[in-house]
């Protein structure tokens, strides 16, 4: 992989920090674009790797601001667009702030690549824009189905997307990552509540929905794949999922967990944390056989030993109780 000039927007998030420390280990140029805030922090790039810390660029903006997207974005050759707001919940009683940071900041980075010449963009989709299967496993050509404001502005934004490319000749190619997990991910995640109330002594595990099944995937294999749609031949225009084609139920998922914590738990359900029954996404499980086409990519954490040996991964980070405490395990995160 030849060196490049790379912005990633919302790199200060879960995985944006993971991928800007492989990216700066590789030798890239890693310009951060981070949301600005008073407290000067970078999010997750506060707490990179020692290796890492001090070898990237960071750039505080705000994905909504149309002229600070283009200044981060002069110079790099290649765009990585993560900056989303991805909560579910929260997006049911705030959609107005999905569709300015979702929809147009996607338009803002679209524009500038327009612009300026990028010679690649990535952008970050999402499984939720399948809803609940129809079909398993889930090719790209699904229908899409917004069944939360949140999957209905991220299709939206892949529309955009794909309009730029069509319209314009924008190189732009989609990745659509199923339900990524792993150290960092936020605490409105499904992994990180159940591992945060079994560390803080509960066995009595409060969480919504546990009969839907998702397709999980470990953030090293998601970052693998970004890194593939930089590098990969004739790939623009195109949708690629990157997901493990391994479902798995929550409850299931729950009690593995509590297998590998060496504890038995018990599960309720929470009605503050249960989705509309029409909103909620029954069933995901990845086709990923274009990924392997295009990209090369396949994950190395497949099947259930591959997710147990994420998920061991993942435990034992949240064991450090540095990064344990930084969770309110007693709370609903929306």
């Given at each position: 992989?030849?060196?490049?000039?790379?912005?990633?927007?919302?790199?200060?998030?879960?995985?944006?920090?993971?991928?800007?420390?492989?990216?700066?280990?590789?030798?890239?140029?890693?310009?951060?674009?981070?949301?600005?805030?008073?407290?000067?922090?970078?999010?997750?790039?506060?707490?990179?790797?020692?290796?890492?810390?001090?070898?990237?660029e960071?750039?505080?903006?705000?994905?909504?601001?149309?002229?600070?997207?283009?200044?981060?974005?002069?110079?790099?050759?290649?765009?990585?667009?993560?900056?989303?707001?991805?909560?579910?919940?929260?997006?049911?009683h705030?959609?107005?702030?999905?569709?300015?940071?979702?929809?147009k900041?996607?338009?803002n980075?679209?524009?500038?690549?327009?612009e300026?010449?990028?010679?690649?963009?990535?952008?970050?989709?999402?499984?939720?824009?399948?809803?609940?299967?129809?079909?398993?496993?889930?090719?790209?050509?699904?229908?899409?189905?917004?069944q939360?404001?949140y999957?209905?502005?991220?299709?939206?934004?892949?529309?955009?997307?794909?309009?730029?490319?069509?319209?314009?000749?924008?190189?732009?190619?989609?990745?659509?990552?199923?339900?990524?997990?792993?150290?960092?991910?936020?605490a409105?995640?499904?992994?990180?509540?159940?591992i945060?109330?079994?560390?803080?002594?509960?066995?009595?595990?409060?969480?919504?929905?546990?009969?839907?099944?998702?397709?999980?995937?470990?953030v090293?294999?998601?970052?693998?794949?970004?890194?593939?749609?930089?590098?990969?031949?004739?790939?623009?225009?195109?949708?690629?999922?990157?997901?493990?084609?391994?479902?798995?139920s929550?409850?299931?998922?729950?009690?593995?967990?509590?297998?590998?914590?060496?504890?038995?738990?018990?599960?309720?359900?929470?009605?503050?944390?249960?989705?509309p029954?029409?909103?909620?996404?029954?069933?995901?499980?990845?086709?990923?056989?274009?990924?392997?086409?295009?990209?090369?990519?396949?994950?190395?954490n497949?099947?259930?030993?591959?997710l147990?040996?994420?998920?061991?991964?993942?435990?034992?980070?949240?064991?450090?109780?540095?990064?344990?405490?930084?969770?309110?395990?007693?709370?609903?995160?929306?």
């Amino acid at each position: 992989m030849n060196k490049q000039s790379i912005l990633i927007s919302g790199a200060d998030g879960f995985i944006g920090s993971h991928l800007t420390e492989t990216l700066v280990r590789s030798g890239h140029k890693v310009r951060a674009l981070v949301l600005y805030n008073s407290f000067n922090s970078y999010g997750w790039l506060d707490h990179c790797a020692p290796d890492v810390k001090g070898e990237f660029e960071v750039f505080p903006g705000d994905i909504r601001d149309p002229h600070g997207v283009k200044k981060a974005m002069k110079r790099c050759e290649s765009v990585l667009h993560l900056a989303a707001l991805i909560g579910i919940p929260y997006s049911y009683h705030s959609p107005d702030t999905y569709v300015d940071t979702n929809i147009k900041g996607t338009l803002n980075i679209l524009q500038a690549a327009r612009e300026l010449g990028v010679k690649r963009v990535v952008h970050t989709s999402t499984s939720e824009v399948y809803g609940t299967a129809r079909f398993v496993p889930i090719t790209e050509d699904h229908p899409l189905q917004g069944q939360s404001p949140y999957s209905a502005t991220k299709i939206a934004a892949d529309q955009l997307a794909l309009s730029f490319h069509s319209s314009f000749g924008l190189p732009i190619t989609i990745l659509r990552p199923f339900n990524t997990y792993g150290p960092r991910q936020s605490a409105r995640a499904v992994i990180p509540t159940i591992i945060t109330q079994i560390l803080k002594g509960k066995n009595d595990i409060s969480l919504g929905s546990i009969h839907p099944t998702r397709d999980l995937n470990y953030v090293e294999d998601t970052v693998d794949g970004f890194i593939k749609a930089l590098v990969a031949p004739k790939i623009e225009g195109e949708v690629i999922n990157i997901g493990s084609g391994f479902e798995i139920s929550i409850g299931n998922l729950a009690h593995i967990i509590a297998e590998l914590l060496g504890t038995k738990i018990a599960i309720k359900e929470f009605s503050e944390r249960v989705r509309p029954a029409d909103s909620e996404v029954e069933r995901l499980l990845a086709d990923k056989r274009k990924a392997k086409k295009l990209l090369k990519w396949s994950p190395k954490n497949s099947g259930e030993l591959g997710l147990r040996v994420g998920l061991t991964k993942t435990i034992q980070w949240f064991r450090d109780p540095e990064n344990l405490k930084r969770y309110k395990a007693d709370s609903y995160n929306v």
